[in-house]
């Protein structure tokens, strides 16, 4: 458990999770930080398998922990009835023996290796067993390695149900230098929605009364700013770069153990953005990695608020949103100059989630600050077009 002292009115923050280990070289770690646990059960996919999974299983077998494992097949894209079973079914080594009268131990810890899916699948799978769990992260490509929701594939649709936290968070710079460009991308796109967030967070505050922690919104900013300011070395694959992401998507992962909820995470980018995945899901298609969804959408969101500040009469409203103005600019910069890929990009589906986004979730931001006061339509409209002007550069 991480606990501190806090300023704000809830005086102290924790978070259920034990220690994290960023740094090269990590997963030679292992057997320390997991001295505790001696029938570990290891869950990798394909991939992750290959570039991790490999290594970190023969460290296990070295020092004996290695208890079983599972080697998810095929593509998944989200966690769903079939990849939970396969994790299941494959706590225990399923060619053994059986003797149906013998005590059969289970394993006392999961460690998943991998980022989404994977994290997310053991995620469940550690409620459903009440067993801990922990990650080997293999990419620095979204905020959800510290959270406590997990997606679900259900009904033709994604939807978040109940998981646990993970009690340690493993990450190697050496693995994680070498993830798919498009994945890294994704993880700083992600980060890019913080800016949109907090500002909502900041709006939510003012307007709408909501608690408000000024430590952990800051931590999450300076986090960003980082990222911002070393992101263009992405393409060399500097691992402070990796470092700067993956700490980022961490101390957010943090934060939103800290105050109970997602703000400090996401705001009205994060929700068009599920709008834009959902489409994607119940078409059928192969949804778009979350952090570059997240990145257009947070660019969208950054227009309403350009529009706002130029619109607004109110001084105290153009004071909050000023501040982020340069952050705004940044991130459209680095957008255009690293090419980052477009997710959606025709005007009816930008719209239609806009549109969707804005009952999916009571929680408000700038879409329910221009809902109540007649502003909604007109700026989903001309924001949209204003985005794609903005993709075409
Ligand atoms: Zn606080
Ligand atoms: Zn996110």
């Known amino acids: 458990m991480i606990t501190f002292r806090c300023s704000c009115e809830r005086k102290e923050h924790s978070a259920p999770i034990e220690s994290y280990e960023i740094s090269s070289g990590a997963i030679y770690k292992i057997p320390e930080i997991l001295k505790n646990y001696n029938r570990i059960y290891m869950v990798a996919d394909e991939n992750t398998y290959r570039v991790a999974g490999e290594k970190v299983e023969e460290i296990l077998r070295e020092c004996g922990k290695l208890f079983s494992k599972c080697v998810l097949k095929g593509e998944c894209v989200l966690p769903n009835a079939e990849t939970l ?8 080594d399923i060619s053994a023996k059986s003797d149906i009268f013998a005590y059969s131990p289970m394993p006392d810890f999961i460690l998943a290796v991998g980022s989404g899916t994977v994290n997310d699948s053991c995620r469940l799978a550690s409620y459903r067993l009440g067993l801990p769990y922990g990650i080997v992260g293999t990419a620095p490509s979204m905020d959800g390695y510290a959270s406590a929701g997990s997606p679900f594939l259900h009904d033709g649709t994604k939807t978040t149900i109940q998981g646990t936290t993970p009690k340690y968070i493993i990450a190697d710079l050496d693995i994680m230098k070498d993830a798919p460009y498009d994945m890294m991308l994704a993880g700083i796109g992600d980060m890019f929605g913080k800016y949109t967030g907090i500002l909502d967070w900041e709006l939510a ?6 608690y408000f ?4 919104a800051k931590d999450v900013i300076d986090a960003t700013n980082k990222c911002l300011e070393n992101g263009y070395k992405l393409t060399e694959r500097d691992p402070e770069c990796v470092k700067n992401v993956m700490e980022g998507l961490l101390v957010t992962g943090l934060g939103m153990a800290y105050t109970g909820n997602s703000r400090p995470a996401s705001g009205a980018e994060h929700i068009v953005a599920h709008a834009w995945e959902l489409f994607d ?13 997240v990145c257009e959408a947070t660019r969208l969101i950054a227009i309403m608020y350009k529009m706002l500040l130029e619109e607004t009469e109110d ?20 957008c255009i100059k690293m ?3 477009p997710t959606v990009t025709d005007r009816e589906t930008i719209l239609a989630g806009i549109h969707r986004a804005l009952p999916m979730r009571d929680r408000y931001t700038i879409l329910f600050y221009l809902r109540d006061r007649g502003m909604f339509e007109d700026y989903a409209q001309r924001a949209t077009d204003k985005l794609l002007e903005a993709l075409k550069a």
């Open 281 to 293: 899901v119940e078409r059928g298609n192969h949804p778009h990695l979350h952090g570059l969804e």
């Open 85 to 92: 079973g396969n994790i299941l079914m494959y706590a225990h």
């Open 315 to 334: 001084a105290h409203l153009k004071e909050l949103i000023e501040k982020y103005i340069p952050y705004f600019d940044a991130v459209e910069e680095f």
């Open 339 to 341: 090419k980052m890929p």
């Open 205 to 210: 505050r003012d307007y709408s009364g909501e």
């Open 213 to 216: 922690c000024d430590k952990i």
